[in-house]
């Protein structure tokens, strides 16, 4: 359809100008090229406190500047590039780091820092803190709960891996299973009977 074409809209001779399909607003030019409005030492200046780890709303707050110019600026190439070098050396200490740990634990036997990987790795729990143990029976001993624990190993192990045990196990396997069924049906008669 031509540029400038009349169209009739039922029995009106109402026009309308239709546009064609390649005719769109144009951005408007402008001459000046986007930029940061700040100085160059307050930009060094934001970069600066951003390394030195400090928050961004915070650096927003004291150099009296939008957050989000502060988010633009440390996201600039050279701070970035800054950042992942020293992650890079960062990590190239840890085998360094691993075998300073690994003398102070075996040479020097040092207590606080064992004490310290423990707690850290939830072994144990923090100083001043009670560990939450699992809870047992009371009259399950130790020695009682290990054994069960060991049977139940068997047991997956024969039933998802196919394993074979030999007969003694088989047999020793079956009276516990069966002790342990007529336990549950025992206390279930006497929950019953409440």
């Keep these: 359809m031509p540029r400038n074409a009349a169209v009739r809209f039922g029995s009106t001779d109402t026009q309308a100008i239709v546009r064609s399909a390649n005719h769109r607003k144009q951005p408007r030019k402008t001459t000046k090229a986007r930029g940061s409005y700040l100085s160059k030492p307050k930009i060094l200046r934001i970069q600066q ?37 020293a992650q890079q ?54 020695y009682e709960r290990q054994a069960r624990l060991v049977a139940h190993v068997l047991l997956e192990a024969r039933d998802r891996m196919g394993v ?3 007969p003694e196990a088989e047999e020793a396997l079956a009276k516990d299973a069966q002790k342990s069924s007529e336990a549950a049906k025992a206390s279930g008669a006497k929950l019953s009977r409440r």
């Excluded at 951003?50 to 957050?67: P, T």
């Design 89 to 142: 050396e960062f990590f190239g200490l840890i085998p360094d780091a691993m075998a300073a740990v690994r003398h102070a634990l075996r040479v020097d036997k040092n207590p606080m820092l064992g004490l310290a990987i423990l707690e850290r790795t939830g072994v144990t729990a923090y100083r001043g803190e009670r560990m939450q143990l699992p809870e047992t029976t009371p009259s399950e001993s130790g």
């Design 164 to 166: 074979e045990l030999p």
């Design 49 to 85: 406190r951003y390394l030195n780890g400090q928050n961004k709303s915070e650096i927003a707050r004291e150099e009296k500047c939008d957050r989000e110019t502060v988010t633009r600026i440390v996201q600039f190439p050279e701070v970035q590039n800054y950042i992942a070098h």
